[in-house]
């Protein structure tokens, strides 16, 4: 037990390290941020520590990790005394006062209290229940499995390879492409425990939801909402369903991704506001690191150049970007060959072409099944209040709207335009994919409600 | 402002609920007849071992896991008593059950209708649209099926008509209906057991929002013109309405948490895949691990059941293990050498012809193998 709390400590410190330096002039949220995104970073960076180390011949045992950890966080404390990341051209942004009644701190109790229970319950059931999801055992943790029993990062190649090398010096699984922070995290608790254990080694999960709340948390402060509506919100995200099943059925990915998405894309929407450099590294690095997760973190970190583009760019030649940005698009898939394999994907595997009935199918996982609660709604009531009511435009928020549009475009299009719409219809990958977009589109209805808000404290 | 939430909040439920009873009026015709309610004393225990229990039906689950309870029926028309409830003394340890019914119609032959839910102290059922729940009732059984020697305490069951009340209650059994974790979980929550019979939670919760804010936004309109609208307002009755449909999954995940302490809690990795619906195959994995003594040998699993076969894949690593997600058939016997082993779950398409040693399968493909262990499982051989 001691032994797995010093390595998710180890992890957090890590990438604390590494984040406190970057956060210097942030002024609101600071502390969930470097919480947050400290957490997450850990959880990015252990692995990456250990493929170096497998790259040097070092095996991957608990002692090494741990020393190669303390080195570079000691590094990361260093460089970032030297190199102070500060100077924003333009103000923070002030969160309005907040009324400090007994009813206002009670409710924010409330709400703080049901997101602890449901981050202990998440936790319990994690160190208890043996690794259980279908595609956990497939082809996440058979690789955890065997690099913890080799100390190294063993190959795993498909099974045509496996049989033309005898399986010699390689291994096979269904997946043996995929990225693998996921089972080298996996690895890494293993080895602090010194024994195989598919319960513990999942705890892993519960680190990664609660970065993916303190983030929440802190962006949303930074982005100038109030401490209550930036717990009310962080409440949504962090009770949703289909999220806390990713937390207590651990062993799938897609909970890591939507989380770096999110975390990119709350940098990102607060560096286009303050043009302060942190949140622009910070945009960065997880946009980035969405590649070491899933295949699908390629296509959401592509959704960040038109946002950057109309974020840089004067309106009319942003427009005019996208729409040039767009018939590339349409040109590349015309011409792109058909066997050229991208981000574990071909267009001849794809099979292009419209079909009608995973419309339907859509629709219900957002608005009539229970995965995201009240969200899909949610939405759509701010989107349609920001319009139609307040008569506004979503030019504010053009960067993180025009990465949320492209990610739904691209959404639809895999479930509605390609072979992935069984995933649709049969609800088996539909809901699971939007987990990798939901929290980032949770902050986006975060800043509408912000807007709507104000109108209410301006009449006031 | 909370309490002119609370105010729309309970302005809206008083709306949608007259709005259901009118047109649950509407549609409900004739009269409603009256509910019919067997105690203990009217329940025969046809399967199992029965209980000295006051107050009780009490049964013991038999050998294979099966207690039957039957209650004599007369004069009881089943299409005018949809709804069928079980009220239980504590909670019984049942993981599925099965109404079964004669009706004057069908004679001897007994209808069913399987119901795939661990019940709680009280279980509410719609049969209104179960297949041959029509005609004059002259039995009805329920089949309990759980681990053997489960206890089962039953108080009564009833058969109730469509009413407004016990329309809401078999809709509020829905929703508090506890359903251990499966593997479809992870792709979607769906909210409810009875999808397309009941209502969503979801749905309703968002009908709720609409009509409180409607309310608000309407009085206040009219009250002191849209200057006076409070956005606010808007957003606690929004934020009431998530604390409510986020409290039935707090509910459901309570549970779950507390099945998986009851299940795992104190024991060791083997132990807990011993408790799990896999036990028989990770005891089978561990006898093959047990069974093979070369260090890099390699195993191909084969079976036409993708679970099983990525489930005892799963089991055998860090052994050199291959298996092919929808393949039926072993790879062509070329990539075989000897010493290698091969594990074959039921059902697989291969067959082994135990004289000549030979395993056939495929289109023509024919492998010399030893056969060292068979069971129920599968089996294992090893190439020679």
């Known amino acids: 037990m001691l032994m797995i709390v010093v390595a998710l400590m180890l992890t957090l410190a890590w990438g604390v390290a590494w984040i406190v330096p970057l956060t210097g002039e942030l002024r609101h949220g600071r502390f969930a941020i470097v919480l947050g995104y400290g957490c997450f970073a850990g959880l990015i960076g252990v692995p990456v520590l250990m493929r170096l180390l497998n790259l040097g011949g070092v095996p991957l045992r608990f002692e090494w990790i741990t020393v190669t950890a303390i080195a570079t966080a000691v590094l990361g404390v260093a460089l970032g005394r030297r190199l102070s990341v500060s100077g924003h051209p333009r103000p923070p942004l002030t969160p309005p006062s907040t009324r400090d009644s007994r009813w206002y701190q009670l409710a924010y109790l409330m709400l703080l209290a049901l997101i602890l229970t449901r981050v202990s319950l998440l936790c319990v059931e994690v160190a208890w ?41 390689v291994y096979t699984d269904h997946h043996p492409d995929y990225p693998i922070t996921t089972p080298l995290l996996q690895v890494w608790i293993n080895a602090a425990l010194g024994n195989w254990n598919d319960s513990a080694m999942n705890l892993p999960w519960v680190l990664c939801f609660v970065a993916l709340g303190a983030a929440f948390y802190g962006q949303a402060r930074a982005a100038g909402c109030s401490s209550m509506l930036a717990m009310v919100f962080t409440y949504f995200l962090l009770s949703m369903p289909l999220l806390n099943t990713h937390v207590g059925l651990a062993g799938y990915a897609d909970l890591f991704l939507g989380t770096s998405y999110c975390l990119a894309l709350m940098a990102f929407h607060n ?18 690191a969405c590649l070491l997760i899933k295949n699908e973190g390629f296509f959401w970190l592509l959704t960040l150049l038109p946002a950057l583009l109309v974020v840089v760019m004067p309106a009319k030649r942003s427009v005019v970007s996208l729409l040039l940005l767009a018939v590339v698009a349409g040109l590349t ?45 949610l939405l759509v009531a701010l989107i349609a209040a920001t319009v139609f009511v307040r008569r506004s435009c979503f030019y504010p928020y053009r960067g993180v709207t025009t990465a949320l549009a492209t990610a739904f475009v691209l959404f639809l299009f895999l ?43 301006e009449q006031a | 402002m909370l309490r002119t939430a609370l105010i729309c909040l309970a302005i809206a439920i008083a709306l949608l609920l007259s709005g259901y009873a009118i047109l649950g009026q509407k549609s409900a015709g004739e009269p409603a007849t009256t509910a019919k309610t067997w105690t203990n004393r009217d329940m025969d225990v046809l399967v199992g071992l029965p209980v000295n229990a006051r107050g009780v039906a ?7 896991g099966r207690g039957v309870v039957e209650v004599a029926t007369r004069n009881i028309a089943l299409a005018d008593l949809p709804y069928l409830q079980l009220r239980f003394r ?7 059950m099965i109404v079964g019914w004669r009706t004057e119609a069908s004679g001897r032959t007994i209808r069913n209708h399987r119901v795939g ?15 041959h729940w029509q005609g004059q009732a002259t039995s009805l059984a329920v089949v309990f099926l759980g681990p053997p020697g489960g206890r089962v305490d039953l108080e009564t069951i009833s058969l109730r008509p469509r009413t407004i009340a016990s329309s809401l209650r078999v809709q509020l059994d829905d929703w508090l209906t506890f359903v251990p974790w499966r593997q479809s979980s992870i792709n979607a929550y769906i909210g409810v057991t009875a999808p397309g019979k009941t209502a969503y939670p979801v749905v309703v919760l968002t009908l709720l929002f609409i009509i409180a804010s409607m309310v608000y936004l309407t009085s206040t309109r009219l009250g002191r013109g849209r200057s006076g609208i409070r956005w606010s307002v808007v957003g606690v009755i929004f934020t009431l309405c998530w604390i409510a449909v986020d409290g039935l999954w707090q509910y459901r995940l309570t549970q779950q948490v507390t099945l998986t302490a009851e299940t795992f809690a104190g024991k060791n990795r083997e132990e807990k895949l011993l408790a799990t619906n896999d036990d028989y195959l990770f005891r089978f994995a561990q006898d093959v691990r047990q069974a093979i003594h070369t260090k890099d040998a390699r195993i191909f699993i084969n079976t036409t059941d993708d679970y099983l076969g990525m489930r005892s894949a799963y ?45 056939t399968y495929g289109t023509g493909q024919i492998l010399k193998v030893r056969a060292i262990s068979s069971t129920n499982v599968g089996a294992l051989l090893e190439v020679i």
């Open chain 2, 117 to 131: 839910l661990s019940p709680g102290r009280e279980l509410w059922l719609d049969m209104g649209d179960v297949r």
């Open chain 1, 129 to 169: 229940r043996p690794l259980f999801p279908f595609d956990a055992t497939m082809h996440w943790a058979t690789k955890s499995r065997v690099w913890f029993d080799h100390l190294a990062i063993t190959p795993f190649v498909e099974n045509a390879t496996w049989l033309e090398a005898a399986g010699s010096g």
């Open chain 1, 415 to 457: 479930f509605w335009f390609t072979t992935y719409s069984y995933g649709a219809i049969h609800l088996t990958a539909i809901s699971r994919i939007s987990l990798q977009l939901v929290p980032a589109a949770t902050f986006f209805s975060l800043l509408l409600a912000r807007a709507l808000l104000a109108d209410d404290q």
């Open chain 2, 315 to 359: 089991y055998l690593y860090p052994m050199n293990v291959f298996w092919e997600r929808h393949a039926r058939a072993l790879p062509a016997s070329k990539f075989f050498q000897r010493g290698d082993y091969i594990v074959l779950l039921n059902p697989a398409l291969a067959s082994l012809n135990s004289e000549t040693g030979e395993l």
């Open chain 1, 333 to 377: 898939l015309a011409w792109f060959p058909r066997n050229v394999v991208v981000a574990g994907h071909s267009l001849d595997e794809l099979s292009i072409y419209f079909r009608s009935s995973t419309v339907s199918p859509t629709f219900d996982s957002f608005f009539i099944y229970g995965s995201w609660h009240l969200f899909a709604p």
């Open chain 2, 58 to 64: 009490a049964v013991r689950l038999d050998q294979s």
């Open chain 1, 271 to 288: 560096w286009s506001v303050t043009r302060q450099r942190s949140q622009a590294i910070l945009a960065l690095v997880f946009a980035l």
């Open chain 2, 90 to 96: 504590g909670r019984p340890d049942v993981l599925a």
